[in-house]
Structure formats: structure tokens, C-alpha cells
């Protein structure tokens, strides 16, 4: 490891990108968006100005996301992103390749691996190594990973919950599955379709999870105006939404999430699972959000769940932190020259 190199870590979102720079900080947190022109296939936009365009461009020009559930699916352009992402966290005079620690979801195949590792690489890194979300998120949220204690994280992206149990600095049990925030804005798109005839996007569905979204049903419940466009009449219309509407929407992804949790829960050894009883559950990623889904958590697996303090960010500090003693996290680290 040269000296002058400088390191990145980056937390690769299905939804967002964040990069952190050790002494810095988290200096980048955007949409992993990318413009692309049809006509000359050219990158034109990443980022918050790509995100700008979605739903809103020509025919000519083209808004998307390049991951999709945790994992690459347009090589060419995730390269075009990872290296405009390196190239603004360390500044148009920065000469020397950074060595960069990426995370994977936990259910990652080494050919999706070894296809983060190469577009890394190809984006202008020096080396680059992946680790695992939920071992970065546990290590970012500040649990003590390398005692001999069970500890658990549930990690909520855009495009995959992760739930691990770790000890010892390595995943015990985990699984991953490819249901998320995104798999919730679906829902609520789905349901304000059936329900009122009512095309909404993606960002709207999304708006509507953040402000009047809940995991458990309300007494008190909270309300919004939704635009959209009717599907008779084609006309924009708007129409009221309110909160237990919205937790009929989403049971179903919630349900496959909690599903995620029992599954590890049950193959997590005893000692280990009376660890997780004491010390609860720890929430991380900026799905975890949604209003009293660790009261969900609760009340499906009894055991008490509880968000990380900044729950985004656990993942990209959690890169941060192991970038800082490598040598400390070498066993779960998988690099390449």
C-alpha cells in the first residue's frame, strides 16, 4: 500500500452512493443515478442532476440506475458512476489511484464480487476491496464486532435488506433478500393504482412513504394530497391518502423482510441467540426509517429492535473505520490487486 495513496470507502447503493474520506469524513452522498444519451450511448448527468431528469427526460435522454437490487447491472455505466464518484471525492488535482473498500449485500455471488471489484479497478482505483454490508453497517453503527458476542443487524437499502448475525468479526448466519425500500414504493404505487385509479411515480410513492408511512397501524393518523394521473380519464387528479391505508399497502414487503429476520434468527446458534435477546436488534440503512418498523420487528420475532444512530450513514462509516485499521478487519475483507 503506497503511502501518498489516498482511500475511499464507498457504500454502492441501489438508491444512493455515499463516499467517506478517512480524516474527512463522508464527503458525497448521492442518487447512483446516471443520464446516458440514446443516441451516442454518452454519460451525460450523474447523481442528484441525474436524479433530477427521472420520469422528466426526452426520448432522447435516458435517466437510470445501474444497480438493481444490490448488485450491477450495467457494468458500463456503474464504471462511468464509480469513476465520476472518485474523481469528485478526491478533486481534479489528485494524481496518485485511492485504494477503495466497496460494500456488497451479503447474498453477493462472486462473479457480481468480482464485477464490483473490476469496475472499481476500471473507475480508477488502485485496489479495491469489498466487504460485506452488514459487517460494515455493524461496525459503522459501533457495535464491538470482534467480541465473542452474537450481535444482529438488520441493514434496509433501497434494493436489498440484509440481516446478519455476527460474532467474532465474521457473519455467523445471514440472509438477504432482494426486498427494500424500493419493494415498499412499488407497493404504494401498486395500491394507489388499485385503489383510487391513480398513476403515481416512483417519487411520489416515495414522498408518501417518507411523510405518512408506518410499519404498524396508528391511532392518531397522519394524512396527505396525492397528484397523480387518472388512468380513465388520463387528467392529473388529486386525492387523499392516509397513514393505516398505507400499512395495508405494505404489509406484504414488511412481511418478506420480518421473514428475513426469523429465517437467520432461526438458524442462529443458542448461545448466540440469548446474546441477541439481551442486547436486541440493531437497525442500519435509510429503509429502517419507516416509521415503527422496529416495533414491527418486536412484535413478529419478540425480540427488541432499536435504529443505529444515522442509520444512512453506518455503512459508509463503516467503510471508513475498517479502512482505517485494515489490518484489524483483514478476515472479513476480500481484495484484489
Same mark, same amino acid.
Given at each position: 500500500?503506497?503511502?501518498? &495513496?489516498?482511500?475511499?470507502?464507498?457504500?454502492?447503493?441501489?438508491?444512493?452512493?455515499?463516499?467517506?474520506?478517512?480524516?474527512?469524513?463522508?464527503?458525497?452522498?448521492?442518487?447512483? /443515478? *446516471?443520464?446516458?444519451?440514446?443516441?451516442?450511448?454518452?454519460?451525460?448527468?450523474?447523481?442528484?442532476?441525474?436524479?433530477?431528469?427521472? +420520469?422528466?427526460?426526452?426520448?432522447?435522454?435516458?435517466?437510470?440506475?445501474?444497480?438493481?437490487?444490490?448488485?450491477?447491472?450495467?457494468?458500463?455505466?456503474?464504471?462511468?458512476?464509480?469513476?465520476?464518484?472518485?474523481?469528485?471525492?478526491?478533486?481534479?488535482?489528485?494524481?496518485?489511484?485511492?485504494?477503495?473498500?466497496?460494500?456488497?449485500?451479503? &447474498? $453477493?455471488?462472486?462473479?457480481?464480487?468480482?464485477?464490483?471489484?473490476?469496475?472499481?479497478?476500471?473507475?480508477?482505483?488502485?485496489?479495491?476491496?469489498?466487504?460485506?454490508?452488514?459487517?460494515?453497517?455493524?461496525?459503522?453503527?459501533?457495535?464491538?464486532?470482534?467480541?465473542?458476542? +452474537?450481535?444482529?443487524?438488520?441493514?434496509?437499502?433501497?434494493?436489498?435488506?440484509?440481516?446478519? *448475525?455476527? &460474532?467474532?468479526?465474521?457473519? /455467523?448466519?445471514?440472509?438477504?433478500?432482494?426486498?427494500?425500500?424500493?419493494?415498499?414504493?412499488?407497493?404504494?404505487?401498486?395500491?394507489?393504482?388499485?385503489?383510487?385509479? #391513480?398513476?403515481?411515480?416512483?417519487?411520489?410513492?416515495?414522498?408518501?412513504?417518507?411523510?405518512?408511512?408506518?410499519?404498524?397501524?396508528?391511532?392518531?393518523? #397522519?394524512?396527505?394530497?396525492?397528484?397523480?394521473?387518472?388512468?380513465? &380519464?388520463?387528467?392529473? %387528479?388529486?386525492?387523499?391518502?392516509?397513514?393505516?391505508?398505507?400499512?395495508?399497502?405494505?404489509?406484504?414487503?414488511?412481511?418478506?423482510?420480518?421473514?428475513?429476520?426469523?429465517?437467520?434468527?432461526?438458524?442462529?446458534?443458542?448461545?448466540?441467540?440469548?446474546?441477541?435477546?439481551?442486547? +436486541?436488534?440493531?437497525?442500519? +440503512?435509510?429503509?429502517?426509517?419507516? %416509521?415503527?418498523?422496529?416495533? #414491527?420487528?418486536?412484535?413478529?420475532?419478540?425480540?427488541?429492535?432499536?435504529?443505529?444512530?444515522?442509520? #444512512?450513514?453506518?455503512? /459508509?462509516?463503516?467503510?471508513? $473505520?475498517?479502512?482505517?485499521?485494515?489490518?484489524?478487519?483483514?478476515?472479513? $475483507?476480500?481484495?484484489?490487486?
Amino acid at each position: 500500500m503506497s503511502i501518498f &495513496s489516498p482511500k475511499l470507502g464507498i457504500d454502492l447503493g441501489t438508491a444512493n452512493t455515499l463516499v467517506f474520506v478517512p480524516g474527512k469524513g463522508i464527503v458525497l452522498n448521492e442518487p447512483s /443515478v *446516471v443520464a446516458v444519451s440514446e443516441v451516442d450511448k454518452k454519460v451525460l448527468s450523474v447523481g442528484n442532476d441525474a436524479k433530477e431528469m427521472i +420520469g422528466r427526460t426526452p426520448d432522447t435522454i435516458i435517466a437510470y440506475r445501474p444497480m438493481r437490487d444490490g448488485v450491477i447491472a450495467d457494468y458500463r455505466v456503474t464504471e462511468a458512476m464509480l469513476r465520476y464518484f472518485i474523481d469528485k471525492a478526491l478533486g481534479r488535482f489528485n494524481i496518485f489511484k485511492p485504494e477503495v473498500m466497496i460494500s456488497v449485500p451479503a &447474498s $453477493i455471488t462472486s462473479t457480481e464480487r468480482r464485477a464490483v471489484i473490476e469496475a472499481t479497478i476500471r473507475a480508477g482505483a488502485r485496489n479495491a476491496y469489498v466487504v460485506k454490508e452488514p459487517v460494515l453497517a455493524a461496525i459503522g453503527a459501533g457495535i464491538p464486532i470482534h467480541e465473542a458476542k +452474537g450481535h444482529m443487524v438488520i441493514d434496509i437499502g433501497g434494493g436489498t435488506t440484509d440481516v446478519a *448475525v455476527i &460474532s467474532l468479526g465474521g457473519i /455467523v448466519s445471514s440472509t438477504s433478500v432482494k426486498v427494500a425500500g424500493n419493494k415498499i414504493d412499488a407497493a404504494i404505487a401498486d395500491y394507489v393504482k388499485r385503489t383510487f385509479n #391513480l398513476a403515481i411515480g416512483d417519487h411520489m410513492a416515495e414522498i408518501i412513504k417518507i411523510n405518512i408511512g408506518s410499519a404498524v397501524p396508528l391511532d392518531q393518523e #397522519l394524512a396527505m394530497n396525492v397528484k397523480g394521473r387518472d388512468y380513465l &380519464s388520463g387528467l392529473p %387528479r388529486s386525492t387523499e391518502i392516509k397513514t393505516n391505508e398505507i400499512v395495508k399497502a405494505i404489509a406484504a414487503p414488511l412481511r418478506d423482510m420480518i421473514r428475513a429476520v426469523r429465517d437467520v434468527l432461526q438458524e442462529t446458534p443458542p448461545e448466540l441467540a440469548a446474546d441477541i435477546i439481551d442486547q +436486541g436488534i440493531i437497525m442500519t +440503512g435509510g429503509s429502517s426509517l419507516l %416509521r415503527n418498523l422496529p416495533e #414491527l420487528v418486536f412484535r413478529r420475532t419478540g425480540v427488541k429492535a432499536q435504529l443505529a444512530e444515522e442509520p #444512512l450513514l453506518c455503512v /459508509v462509516k463503516g467503510t471508513g $473505520i475498517a479502512l482505517e485499521h485494515l489490518d484489524m478487519y483483514k478476515k472479513s $475483507i476480500i481484495s484484489k490487486r
